[in-house]
Every structure is written in structure tokens, then in C-alpha cells.
């Protein structure tokens, strides 16, 4: 289990236990957990809380969420954690939860979250040219201008007798 001094906030939302540790205490928290038998990720993801006034101090701009399982007993916890920086960095946990290696690049590559010691932090999604993090909330947003043509101003319909 994770140690009560690692343990920020606690509390359950929905049904579900969530504790919230520090950054720096995500890889020994996710550890114990493990050892506990909660030895699946289900997932890892990112909210950004830039401009977010539903809560009006967040202890980080962005939320780091790990939602693991214990498959023997079903029981579900989310483990949260709040970074700042730019960019923001955590440890890795790929060495507890393999396929975190793909959570961990997507989360780099939409949002700019660094994982130290992660064997190969690169993009998964986006062209490895990219500039930017497209799901952070100061990523600019717009589209493509579209030119339109004279003949695109008439519709095109089948005649009467088709």
C-alpha cells in the first residue's frame, strides 16, 4: 500500500479511491501499490489545467492520472499528481508497468510531459517534425484557410429527368 506520508489528499469521486502524492513520490507510491497487487494500469493521462476556474487553485498546472486494478480483488485506485514547468518532468514508471511505455510517449507527445529514464521518449502520434503539444489548452487553435473556387458557388444537382 502507499505509505501515509507520501499520501497528499485522499478520497473517493464516483465510487472510486483516489489519492493524490508529489511528483517526486509517484514511482515509490505506484511501487507499493504494485507490490499490493494492483498490477495492471489500466491507463495514464494528462489534464492541463490552464484558465480552469472550477477549482481555482490547483497545486500544478498539469494533472497526471494513473488508474490501476487489482485483478484478484477488482478494486480500482487512481493515483493523481500535479506538475508545473516547462517542460513539466516526472519519473517514468515503465520499469513497474510495461505498457505504460505507450501512455508515457502519448502524454509526451500531446502535452509535453518528460519521463525521465524512459527508454524511448518520442512522439507516437504527431510527425516527428511537429512544433507544439496539441492538447494543451495555450496550443493554438485554428484551421486551414480553404479557397474557394467561382464554380463551387452554384450547387451541382441532377437534372429533372435523372
Not at 472510486?16 to 504494485?34: E, F, K, Y
Not at 472550477?54 to 498546472?61: A, D, E, F, L, M
Not at 516527428?128 to 496550443?139: E, F, I, K, S
Amino acid at each position: 500500500m502507499i505509505a501515509d506520508s507520501l499520501i497528499v489528499e485522499k478520497g473517493v469521486s464516483a465510487g472510486d479511491a483516489w489519492v493524490s502524492v508529489a511528483p517526486d513520490s509517484i514511482h515509490t507510491a505506484l511501487s507499493g501499490l504494485r507490490d499490493d497487487g494492483y498490477r495492471l494500469l489500466v491507463f495514464l493521462t494528462c489534464v492541463d489545467h490552464l484558465a480552469d476556474s472550477s477549482k481555482p487553485t490547483w497545486p500544478g498546472r498539469y494533472e497526471l492520472v494513473y488508474q490501476l486494478r487489482n485483478m484478484e480483488t477488482r478494486e480500482q485506485i487512481r493515483v493523481r499528481t500535479f506538475l508545473d514547468g516547462d517542460p513539466p518532468r516526472i519519473d517514468s514508471v515503465h520499469d513497474l508497468f510495461p505498457p505504460a511505455n505507450w501512455d508515457e510517449r502519448e502524454t509526451y507527445d500531446m502535452f509535453g510531459v518528460v519521463f525521465t529514464n524512459h527508454p524511448d521518449l518520442t512522439r507516437i502520434l504527431m510527425p516527428d517534425d511537429w512544433v507544439g503539444h496539441p492538447l494543451r489548452r495555450d496550443y493554438p487553435v485554428g484551421g486551414e484557410v480553404v479557397e474557394f473556387s467561382e464554380e463551387h458557388e452554384v450547387w451541382q444537382t441532377p437534372p429533372p429527368r435523372a
